[in-house]
């Protein structure tokens, strides 16, 4: 048998060299002995999520009925303008602008570590129970009095966002128990969401029934997810949150990857898998949670944000920034269009996303039902 010559494998490392070089949207970089794979993709596509999330924003706090151009919006965030744009831009309309980017970029992020950690495309906080959760929690405080200081003690001291939070908790607490037997499967946890979900309803209309005519009308305009209340006092938890969870989401980012792949591998790679999941469920629910706790349940962003930031970058699971940028381009955008597009009427951003989600939820089911089949 005749040994390889020097010539030959460098002509077969040449070789190799030249055909990962044509791998399509890949081109491999090398730096003295660090060698990395430049994907251009991964990097415009969130450049121009980006920029039509500025776009929205300013669009929105332009948008109204004292009108103001995109210049105008510029130049009072900068500190010039009239007196009257000052006001409009920094206390009318920029907050709500503000929480719309915070909870669609809370939502988006979560929605994306909700799906990696179950493996499946269905998998969200509205379908796993998490927004209901956060929904009986809110609602337990409105029905009783508790956020408008007619019952003291606890339930008046923690009041509707702490409610929803520990709502939210609770019902992701279950979820995990339930669904967790030697591993995690993406239809168990979702099945077992769906469940969740459903009792939790139920305990939604109860309360309502339960409630007089003002606590139910109160918890009915929660429950549709509005910005209209949006101010800078609701900003600030929800900016805190989003502020403290991604940074801990994009270091666990390594973690998030290993979990597409089946338990022995990813234990093989030096994952914990117990505490991985654990650590980026927990930043999931806090996200939806505190986005919840702001403005309500927002529907389907967490559902359709991380499946389409998937499908531009075309990545193996779901990309954490890329739909955390998609998630709150989508609520800016919805609610400027609720508010606007249909003249006198005023739509809350929970109904135009729920509109605009559910054609997107019956597409994934009937692929879903394809794919197993």
Known sequence: MTAPTATGAAARTETEGSQVSRVPGRTPVRLGGVSAVWRPRTVLVPLVMAAALIAAVVASTA???????????????????????????????????VVGLLVGGSLGLAGAIL????RNP???????G?????????????????????????????????????????????????AVRRGISGYRVLLVGVGVNAALTSVLSWLLVKADIVDAGRALIWLNGSLNAA?????????????????????????????????????????????????LLLTAVLLAATATAAAGPITFVALASPQLALRLLRTGQPPLLASALLGATVTVWADVLGRTAFGDIELPVGILTAALGAPYLLYLLVRSGKART
């Open 115 to 118: 799906q990696g950690i179950a």
């Open 231 to 279: 101010n800078w006092s609701i900003a600030a938890p929800a900016g805190w949150a989003l502020v403290v969870l991604l940074p801990a989401a994009l270091m666990l980012s390594f973690q998030f990857g290993a979990l597409a792949f089946d338990e022995d591998t990813a234990r093989g790679l030096g994952v914990r898998m117990t505490g991985s999941r654990v650590a």
């Open 122 to 128: 269905l998998a969200s906080p509205d379908i796993l």
């Open 63 to 97: 948008r109204g009925d004292v009108a103001l151009s995109p210049g105008e919006v510029l130049t009072a965030l900068f500190g010039g303008g009239t007196d009257t744009a000052q006001l409009v831009v920094w206390e009318l309309r920029l907050p709500r602008a």
């Open 130 to 178: 998490i927004t209901a959760g956060a929904g009986v929690g809110a609602v337990s405080v409105i029905v009783f009095g508790g956020a408008y200081g007619s019952v003291s003690g606890v339930m008046a001291d923690i009041g509707v966002p702490g409610a929803a939070v520990l709502g939210a908790l609770l019902a992701a607490l279950a979820v995990y128990l339930l």
